[in-house]
């Protein structure tokens, strides 16, 4: 079922991007998708690298997320740090975890890189259950994360 929902998400993601031009277009459009393809996602959207430490907001779904994060906090700057995929099945278990809503039970957070592949933002998705994310998630997240690289 989720690999279904998710070949069909990013055909629709191809189709309505495949001539857009526009950096913020392309995460606005990702993040509706995102968001209203998958019940227990309940955040969907953008951090934006806008200096060496610091992480803005950019387009998303869902209810208001910090608009801020330092690298050195967070899922967020744990996956730019890193520059990996980062899973957190629990974030209840986690120390470094920002919590944007007490709804939060999983989070998976992607690195969105140029066609340098430097780190330009992060993909941040949140879900209301436990255990959300998987192997699934990790391929076509970062599949429709590559196709933001072009727009950088
Ligand atoms: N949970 C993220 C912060 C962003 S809010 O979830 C939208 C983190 O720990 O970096």
Redesign the pocket.
């Known amino acids: 079922m989720k690999k279904e929902k998710y070949q069909v998400g990013l055909q629709t993601i191809r189709s309505l991007t495949e001539n857009e031009f526009d950096l913020v277009s392309v995460m606005s459009t990702i993040s509706c998708e995102l968001y209203h393809a998958f019940e227990p996602f309940i955040?969907v959207?953008f951090?934006r690298l806008v200096d060496k430490t610091t992480?803005k907001?950019g387009p998303?779904q869902?209810t208001?997320?910090?608009l801020t994060?330092n690298l050195d906090?967070?899922?967020?700057?744990?996956?730019v740090r890193e520059n990996a995929i980062q899973i957190?099945n629990d974030?209840s278990a986690i120390p470094?975890?920002?919590?944007?809503?007490s709804e939060?039970k999983s989070?998976i957070?992607l690195p969105v890189r140029d066609l340098k592949s430097r780190v330009r933002a992060?993909l941040?998705v949140?879900s209301n259950t436990i255990n959300c994310f998987d192997a699934i998630d990790k391929e076509y997240l970062t599949e429709i994360c590559a196709l933001v690289s072009p727009h950088y």
């Open positions: 955040w959207g951090y992480l907001v998303y869902g208001h997320g910090c994060i906090k967070g899922v967020c700057g744990k996956c957190e974030v470094h975890h920002i919590a944007c809503s939060t989070e957070v992060v941040d949140d």
